[in-house]
Nanobody
């Protein structure tokens, strides 16, 4: 089972940008389909973006055009570049592989102030 370690996040004003990283423990990363999720206070965890092992991407409607998911299979790392951030993007962001068994990153807080 892959281990995922997240970095990035923090506090930013509305309209600002942040980048999240998710580093995997080994080269198995390159065969995994991956995703970013987020959980806002009092809400269920939701899918933000997915990226397949080949690099195909999908986004939630709420982030399309503002967020970019990417991966570097040499560095075994996935990224989420977030731009034009809105207060409603606030939450804890998690990375995970989408297959079974599922591994989750530790979560990182993103707070967007208005």
């Amino acid at each position: 089972q892959v281990q995922l370690v997240q970095s990035g996040g923090g506090l930013v004003q509305a309209g600002g940008s942040l980048r999240l990283s998710c580093a995997a423990s080994g080269s198995i990363f390159r065969i995994l389909d991956m995703a970013w999720y987020r959980q806002a206070p009092g809400k269920q965890r939701e899918l933000v973006a997915r990226i397949s092992r080949s690099g195909s991407t999908n986004y939630a409607d709420s982030v399309t055009g503002r967020f970019t998911i990417s991966r570097d299979n040499v560095k075994n790392t996935m990224y989420l570049q977030m731009a034009s951030l809105k207060p409603e993007d606030t939450g804890v962001y998690y990375c995970a592989n989408t297959g079974f068994p599922t591994s989750w990153g530790q979560g990182t807080q993103v707070t967007v102030s208005s």
